[in-house]
């Protein structure tokens, strides 16, 4: 297992929409890009990635909202996830992303979505509903797959302000470096 570097924005990654996994592509190599993100994950720490955030353009997403002492019990590796259902109610969350860093908004979510996937294992379709917290990851990680972020979904006065902050400490980087 590895732990992956986390791109941050702006960065043409995170604006693509990702691609399916193709059926020729399960198996080992597959197995491992879930393990790495996992770790990866657990690394930041955080509780969900999606590929495109570790330069990887296909539809992947790690998630388990569980505290560090219940890792993995509530673990999922979502292979083309696609939100079939959705509930009526909706629940206002406040984001963050580990690929906007330092930057924090309030989204209105579905309190419930169902979600179809494929196991990463066998490449068999998968179907479950996730509540509360978890369909609020389950919604942020699908944006990730279309190319929509925080920076996105936040007013462009605030998203500009975040883009100037970041490329002033780039410029600082560079100096030092
Ligand atoms: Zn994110």
Redesign the pocket.
Known sequence: MAVLEIITAPHPVLERPARPVEPDEFGPELAKRVSDMAETMYAAPGV?L?AP?VSDPRRIVVLDPGEPEDRGRRFFALINPKIISRSERMIPWLET????PEFEIEIQRHYQVQLEWQDVADGSTRTGWFEEFEAVIVQ??ID?LQGT??LDRSSRFKRNRYLKKVSKAKKKDQVIA
């Open positions: 969900g999606a955030q992303c580990l690929s906007v942020h990680e990730h972020i925080l």
